[in-house]
Structures are given as structure tokens and as C-alpha cells.
């Protein structure tokens, strides 16, 4: 692994990031009073904001895990997705939420979106944890819950990586330096 030093300065500071997921927790958890809801991490990035939501959401759940990587024409919402590893089980009839780390182009959570729809769930929520709306090509994702608004900077840390460093930060970083 490259080990050089980046310089890298808080855009979110711990304290700031439990406390709107916090808050995200229990709208979630006041949604779907009385169910059960199948929680979707979106494998490796969401690790993080995944456990820590889950932790605030007062519901029977299922916790799983995905890998996808999304290429094709990148204004195409029906471009492919190639599932890398897949659920455990059918989520048919199930309160799906989707829980990403960020949403950027858009084309992930797009073509997430189509997928889990023919996979028939009871229903189908969308959370991120960061939103860069200035880099958006797909206009139709409706994100149910977003976390915080970002500007057109790169981050890492709490889960986000730049060449699988720095998913360890408990904080969300910019590093000044890379695009
Ligand atoms: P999208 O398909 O362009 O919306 O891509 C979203 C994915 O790109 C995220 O799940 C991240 O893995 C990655 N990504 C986008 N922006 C950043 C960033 O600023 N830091 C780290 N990863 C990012
Ligand atoms: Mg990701």
C-alpha cells in the first residue's frame, strides 16, 4: 500500500455525523413503526454510516451485503451494474433500504434502483450518507434520506476511501490535493 502523507482537513466532524444519523434513525424508524425492514449495504464504502444507522433504528431487521461496480454510457440510468457479490436472500415483499456512502454521477444508485424494483420489495428506500449534487449526470434518483450536502470535493474517511485509504478516519476529510 502507498503510504504517502496527504494533507487532509475535516469537512464533517464526528460529533456532526452521529448526530444527523441519529436523526435519520428515528424518522426511519417512525416510517416503518409496526414492520420490519431489510437493511442493503452497499459494500465497502457504506460500512461504516451502515452500522451506525442500523444502531438507531428501533425495528426487527435484516442486515445484508452487496457488491456492485457500475459502468456503460453514464447518462443511461439502465446502463449495467455488475453484481460482484450478491444478497443472501430474496427480498421479495420486504422494506428495502438502501444505505450508500455517497452519490456522485448518480449511475449507482440509478441502476440499484431498477435492479431492486424487479426484485419486487413492499418497498424501496434510498439513504446516503453524502450528497455531491454538482456532479450529477442522472437526474432521476430520488433519494429518501440524505445525510449531508457536500460540495464538489473529494472525501474520505468514515468508510470512504482514496485507494482504499482512509476508510478508517472517524471523520469525513477532504484531501485537498486530488480530484
Ligand atoms: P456514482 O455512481 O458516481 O454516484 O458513484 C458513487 C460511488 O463513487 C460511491 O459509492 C463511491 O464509492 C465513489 N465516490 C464518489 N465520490 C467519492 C469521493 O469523494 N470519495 C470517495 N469515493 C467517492
Ligand atoms: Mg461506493
Request: cysteine-free; charged content about 40%; hydrophobic content about 40%.
Given at each position: 500500500m502507498d503510504t504517502t502523507k496527504h494533507e487532509i482537513s475535516v469537512l464533517i466532524p464526528e460529533e456532526e455525523l452521529n448526530k444527523r444519523i441519529?436523526?435519520?434513525?428515528e424518522e426511519?424508524?417512525?416510517k416503518f413503526?409496526?414492520?420490519s425492514v431489510y437493511l442493503v449495504c452497499i459494500l465497502r464504502g457504506?460500512?461504516?454510516y451502515t452500522t451506525e444507522l442500523a444502531k438507531r433504528i428501533k425495528l426487527p431487521m435484516t442486515i445484508?451485503?452487496?457488491t456492485v461496480s457500475s459502468y456503460g454510457a453514464a447518462t443511461k440510468s439502465s446502463g449495467v451494474i455488475n453484481?460482484?457479490?450478491d444478497l443472501e436472500s430474496s427480498v421479495e415483499g420486504e422494506n428495502v433500504i438502501i444505505v450508500e456512502d455517497i452519490i456522485d454521477s448518480g449511475n449507482t444508485l440509478s441502476r440499484l434502483l431498477h435492479l431492486f424494483e424487479s426484485r419486487n420489495p413492499k418497498t424501496l428506500t434510498l439513504t446516503t450518507l453524502l450528497d455531491k449534487p454538482d456532479r450529477r449526470?442522472?437526474?432521476n434518483v430520488n433519494v429518501d434520506y440524505t445525510g449531508f450536502v457536500?460540495?464538489?470535493?473529494f472525501v474520505v474517511g468514515f468508510g470512504l476511501d482514496y485507494d482504499q485509504r482512509y476508510r478508517n478516519l472517524p471523520y469525513i476529510g477532504v484531501i485537498e490535493d486530488v480530484e
Open positions: 441519529a436523526e435519520i434513525g426511519i424508524t417512525k413503526k409496526g414492520e457504506s460500512i461504516f445484508d451485503f452487496m453484481v460482484k457479490k449526470v442522472v437526474e457536500i460540495p464538489d470535493k
